[in-house]
């Protein structure tokens, strides 16, 4: 993972794909196709945090997951693409990490794992197929714990790609997600929100900055 969990690389033609048919395909045109690296902000923002239950939706080859895991967070890792489940039970199995992350195979458009956690993290929740990610990340706010926080990373503005003929998908700002989540008044506080940029090398080799929405909230205590 480089820091797009969800990214839309790849030419193929998605019209006739179902979108577990399209994740699979993505993963298996490659060993891999991230870093292996967790998200820079991921590990900025749960800095200080206390170690709890972790749910990572979108989780790809699970460089987060295992990031977490490896701080002590037990995880719920979350992708459609069974591909990208193996690799990252590959990963953590490496990683000394395997009884600390619970890889579950989803379709976030239809079902959800179930639970409360103490840090539902989305990093990249992009695809070129249809993916409902408004609805989606009003149920990851829903599943955050009393006191539990909810850190969504996202493309902000035109995206890298748009070379590539695929920058009609929406890639709204942190104002926009935050509006989006429909948080109930008074139970939920704003500790970060900004855009941020970033530095990030294509496979061409070319660096190219590129600007990230940055959202953390906060559920307030239970009284």
């Given amino acids: ?28 045109e490659s060993d ?50 069974q591909v990208a489940l193996d690799r990252g039970a590959a990963h953590a199995e490496a990683a000394g990490v395997a009884d600390l992350v619970d890889w579950q195979r989803h379709d976030l458009s239809e079902s959800f794992p179930s ?3 103490d840090l539902v993290s989305a990093h990249f929740l992009h695809s070129r197929v249809e993916l409902p990610r408004e609805e989606i990340l009003r149920r990851a706010a829903a ?18 790609w748009q070379h590539d003929g695929h920058a009609d998908m929406r890639l709204p ?13 008074g139970e939920w506080e704003v500790l970060v929100g900004e855009e941020r940029e970033r530095v990030q090398t294509g496979h061409d080799g070319e660096q190219r900055t590129l600007t990230d929405s940055v959202l953390k909230v906060r559920r307030r205590p239970a009284d």
Wanted: hydrophobic share 40%.
């Fill in 173 to 185: 700002t942190t104002e926009e997600v935050l509006k989006d989540l429909d948080l109930p008044d």
């Fill in 1 to 28: 993972m480089t820091g797009d969990a969800h990214g839309t690389h790849g030419t193929h033609d998605v019209s006739d794909m179902s979108a577990e048919e399209y994740w699979n395909h993505r993963y298996s």
């Fill in 115 to 117: 639970g409360v956690f």
């Fill in 143 to 160: 599943a955050v714990a009393p006191g539990g926080a909810l850190l969504v990373v996202g493309h902000s503005g035109v995206p890298h």
């Fill in 32 to 81: 891999r196709i991230w870093s292996g690296n967790p998200n820079a902000a991921l590990v900025h923002e749960t800095a200080g945090l206390p170690v709890g239950r972790a749910l990572d939706l979108g989780c790809g080859e699970g460089a987060d997951a295992v990031w977490l895991a490896r701080q002590g967070w037990h995880v719920t890792a979350v992708d459609i693409s």
